[in-house]
C-alpha cells in the first residue's frame, strides 16, 4: 500500500486537531503530576505538543514545509497592522471576557479562580523567571501555535479555495484548544483575525507577530490590575467593547480595502478540478509551487490576485 495513503483534508486536519489535543493533554497532565514549574511546563507544551503535533503529520503526509506552513516573506505593510492592532484587539477581548463573566450565573467566582491562577505568574518572580515565562507564553506560543492552526491546519481546511470557512473553523478550533470556555468568544475572534492576516499575506509570520504582541501586552497590563478594586460593571465594559471594537473593525476594514487575498496555493495539493471535487479532498496530492504575492495591491509589483 502505498504511503501516504489518500486521505481527506478535513479529516486529516480534525486527526491533527485532536493529536495535538491529545498530546496537549499529556504534557499538562504529566508536568502537573510530576510537579515541573508552570514556567517549565509552558516551553514543554508548546514545543512538545502543539510544536511536534503538525511537524509530524506534515512528514508522514510528505508535505514541504515551506509551503505546508506557509514560512514565506510578506510585505512590511503586514507586519505594521499586526502590531497596529494589538492594542484595540487585547482590550476589545478582554471586555468580551468581562462582558462573558457578567452575564453568566456565577461570573464572580469564575473570575476569583482566573485571579487565583494568575496570580503565581505575575508574583514573587525573579528577572530570570519573567524571562523564562515572556519566552515560552510569548515567543513560543505565537511561533507555535501559529504554524499548527494557522499554518497546516487552516491550509488543510482551506482545500480548494474554502477560505472563509477555514478561517472560522481553524479559530474556533484554537478557542476550544486552549480548554477556557470564558475565553471562547475572545479566542476565537483572535483566530478569525490571525487566519485572516494569513489569507490577505500569504504568510504564517504576520499572524506570529501579532499572537505575539496579544501575549505581551497582555502580560504587561495584568500587573496594573488590581484584584481589590471593584470589577468593572456590564455597562463600563459594554462600553469599552464598544469603542475598542469599533477602533479594531475600522483597522480591519481598511487592511481588507488596502490589500487582496494573497495567492496561496494549499500545501495539501491543487484545488480540484471542475466536476471532479473529490479530488479536491486527496491530501497527498502534489501541490504546484505557489505564487508569492504578499505584495499589497497598491504595489507596481502586484500579481492578480485569487483565492486558491
Request: glycine share 8%; charged share 10%.
Amino acid at each position: 500500500m502505498a504511503w501516504p495513503p489518500p486521505l481527506s483534508a478535513r479529516w486529516t486536519a480534525l486527526g491533527l486537531f485532536l493529536f495535538a489535543l491529545a498530546l496537549h493533554l499529556f504534557a499538562a497532565l504529566g508536568g502537573t503530576v510530576a510537579g515541573l514549574d508552570f514556567k517549565f511546563l509552558i516551553i514543554v507544551d508548546e514545543l512538545g505538543a502543539i510544536l511536534l503535533a503538525p511537524l509530524l503529520f506534515a512528514l508522514l503526509l510528505g508535505l514541504p514545509f515551506r509551503e505546508a506552513f506557509l514560512l514565506r516573506s510578506a510585505h512590511w505593510g503586514h507586519y505594521v497592522v499586526a502590531v497596529a492592532t494589538a492594542i484595540p484587539l487585547q482590550l476589545f477581548g478582554g471586555a468580551l471576557q468581562e462582558i462573558v463573566l457578567e452575564l453568566m450565573p456565577g461570573g464572580d467566582a469564575w473570575r476569583e479562580l482566573l485571579e487565583d491562577a494568575l496570580e503565581p505568574l505575575l508574583t514573587g518572580n525573579t528577572t530570570a523567571d519573567l524571562v523564562v515565562l515572556m519566552f515560552g507564553a510569548v515567543v513560543l506560543a505565537a511561533i507555535c501555535e501559529e504554524l499548527l492552526f494557522r499554518g497546516l491546519m487552516m491550509q488543510l481546511l482551506a482545500r480548494g479555495g474554502r477560505w472563509w470557512s477555514a478561517i472560522f473553523i481553524s479559530a474556533l478550533l484554537f478557542a476550544v484548544f486552549h480548554l477556557d470556555f470564558i475565553g471562547l468568544l475572545p479566542r476565537t475572534l483572535l483566530g478569525v483575525y490571525f487566519g485572516i492576516l494569513v489569507w490577505r499575506s500569504g504568510s504564517i509570520f504576520p499572524a506570529m507577530l501579532a499572537h505575539g504582541a496579544n501575549n505581551l501586552l497582555a502580560f504587561a497590563l495584568a500587573p496594573f490590575a488590581d484584584a481589590s478594586a471593584p470589577s468593572p460593571t456590564l455597562g463600563q465594559a459594554l462600553l469599552l467593547a464598544a469603542g475598542t471594537g469599533t477602533v479594531f473593525v475600522v483597522m480591519l476594514v481598511a487592511y481588507l480595502r488596502l490589500t487582496s487575498p494573497s495567492s496561496i496555493d494549499s500545501a495539501a495539493g491543487p484545488a480540484p478540478p471542475v466536476g471532479d471535487q473529490n479530488a479536491g479532498d486527496d491530501v497527498t496530492s502534489a501541490a504546484p509551487a505557489p505564487t508569492d504575492t504578499s505584495i499589497p495591491p497598491d504595489s507596481s509589483h502586484r500579481t492578480d490576485p485569487h483565492e486558491s
